[in-house]
């Protein structure tokens, strides 16, 4: 039996490109009770993935907004146009946690099919800090996972650590709403 409030989940990216109703069909089958969800905001509406989550009983615990060379989502990237793309990319994706009341958006900085860095380790930092601050400004909680930790070539300098004013913020979901339909913005 788990402790009370420890919840079993399982990444539902690691199903590929399985379709998501089949995806969580499998891991509440395997006795998971949550789920990390890709971040594809244009493949799934928020409301047809709550359905999908509510009709297997699987609590989202997070959300992960991965950039790939082949969609232009790449914060770290040497061209600003595709660091806008992708900045607008994680945007999408904290609506759509927001909708979807996931309480963790995790942003992997640079396209994990890329190994190689495109410019300087500091400078490829540097823009994903920008990128995530830029697409903070939703009010999202966000999470960095150093790059190093992921088949990527972006990670932090040698010596730095995540320290951006963006982490720690919550996501106000829609049941975080006040009387007026404002967001609760309570730390």
Request: proline share 9%; glycine share 6%; with cysteine.
């Amino acid at each position: 039996m788990r402790p009370a409030g420890v919840i079993v989940g399982a990444c539902a990216w690691t199903y590929g490109a399985a379709p998501l109703a089949e995806t969580l069909e499998r891991i509440a089958a395997a006795g998971c009770d949550g789920v990390e969800l890709p971040g594809e905001p244009d493949q799934i509406r928020p409301a047809d993935a709550c359905l999908l989550l509510a009709r297997h009983r699987l609590t989202p615990v997070a959300l992960t907004a991965s950039c790939s060379v082949e969609t232009r989502r790449d914060l770290a990237h040497p061209d600003p146009a595709v660091r806008s793309d992708a900045v607008a990319y994680v945007v999408r994706c904290l609506r759509f946690a927001a909708e979807c009341g996931i309480p963790l958006v995790q942003v992997l900085p640079s396209a994990e099919t890329r190994l190689a860095p495109l410019a300087a380790r500091e400078d490829e930092w540097r823009w994903s800090i920008e990128g995530v601050r830029a697409a903070a400004r939703e009010q999202i909680t966000i999470t960095g996972e150093s790059a190093t930790d992921r088949n990527t070539a972006t990670g932090p300098p040698t010596g730095s650590a995540l320290r951006a004013s963006y982490l720690g913020r919550r996501i106000p979901s829609n049941r975080d709403r006040s009387p007026r339909g404002q967001p609760d913005m309570a730390p």
